[in-house]
């Protein structure tokens, strides 16, 4: 089993990354009441391009859960190896806007949370970080059809994200 060493020394195994999203698929009620019209969404980083750094022990790795509502409202959870090696998490809320005056497909999101793993000497890479916890607020752009979806998200001043997502389950 490949293992990923964050910063710390911790040792998170690869199949962690692909496991955690069928175990919340796996705990999910056939029918949950009050859900009508929600999309669970999932996302994996499919490319991150960033500004270059000694520091930087790439590839950051990305799995993403979305909640979506049908006022499009999006409530999230990130997981992800940060662009220094660290295990990080980004739990979130926000907005999706539809464009389909500009173009069919067209999708824009904007959410906010809290980011936890940014720590020691990378504290102060994301803003109002104190003891590994920081705010995060990020917008990206994106077409889905159908159930797929390709997003660009930006990671603040440091780089791009592609990910790419589907829609695992909807109510």
């Excluded at 959410?111 to 000497?121: N, S």
């Excluded at 995060?136 to 603040?156: C, E, N, Q, T, Y």
């Amino acid at each position: 089993m490949e293992l990923h060493r964050t910063a710390a020394g911790r040792a998170w195994p690869l199949s962690a990354w692909i496991l955690f999203p069928l175990l919340l698929i796996a705990a999910l009620p056939v029918r949950a009441e009050g859900l009508e019209g929600y999309t669970l969404h999932g996302q994996l980083g499919a490319y991150t391009h960033y500004s270059s750094s000694d520091d930087h022990k790439g590839p950051p790795v990305l799995v993403n859960l979305e909640l979506n509502s049908p006022q499009d409202w999006l409530f999230g959870l990130s997981l992800f190896n940060n662009s220094f090696g660290q295990f990080s998490q980004y739990l979130y809320a926000g907005k999706k806007w539809r464009l389909p005056k500009i173009q069919k497909y067209l999708q824009v999101k904007l959410t906010a949370g809290v980011v936890h793993g940014y720590d020691d000497e990378f504290e102060d890479k994301i803003p109002f970080n104190k003891d590994g916890w920081g705010v995060g607020v990020i917008p990206s752009v994106g077409f889905k059809k159908d159930r797929w979806a390709v997003d660009l998200v930006a990671l603040g001043t440091a780089g791009l994200l592609l990910a790419v997502g589907y829609d695992i389950w909807e109510w």
